[in-house]
């Protein structure tokens, strides 16, 4: 009896001994696996430059900008433009000029230079090539002090009908309106014609919405006028009425009011 307690005991023991030996064996076995994985090491390049984001309205106006410049650069010289051209310590070579008929300045010490066709940065060169025979290493400034030769016209129901004098080889509608102040409250303004002289001889006419283009927006009613363009604004049926009755409600109410002055004396 003594001899099977013994063994039991012992079996008893070795069990607590495998219960508590497999216990922490599993806790070993769970802390290593809960041990956090090292996060990935990120570098940063401190040379890099920045990145500035390009929005529509920073290409729109890059766009407008070069357009500009281009713009500019465009205008040809012609007849009766007057250009200040300064030679640098020399006044005695600078001054105004105007290019006469045949598309030349008359300049001192060298001679006429023609320079119709040429833009203001071609007759800096041309003028500096001519001064290079008398001068050393010309330093030469062209400005266009006066743009006569190129002409458009608006005309009809407009602030300032008449010529408009173009600062580039071409205008807009929408530019030309703008210099001839804008159209009158007596304009039609749906209606209006720009004629273009042809190489044959013809006019070729175009319908106008001014009233689309400057209150609505619509750039396809922006047409490009060249040297010799008339844009015409017809006034309305309602302006032509009343300046048909003005002349001959004048003379009565005027025949009145000597009736009434001569009644009263």
Known sequence: MKNKNSVLFSIFTSLII?????ASYAQNFTLINQKPA???QTTVDQNAPAKTPETKAYKAAQAYIATAQQDNSRYTLGTNDVLTVTVMRHPEVSGKYIINTEGKIQFEFVGDIPLTGLTKEQAKVEISKRLEKYIMHPDVTVVITEYNSKVVYVVGEVGAPGKIFMRGDTITVRDALLAANLPQLTASTDHATLFTPADDGKVVLKKVNVYALLYKGDL??????KPGDTLYLPATLWAKVARFINPVTQPVASSVGTAAEIHAF
Do not use: G
């Open 18 to 22: 495998f219960i508590f030996s497999s």
């Open 38 to 40: 090292p996060e990935p």
């Open 220 to 225: 396809r009613q922006n047409y490009v006028m």
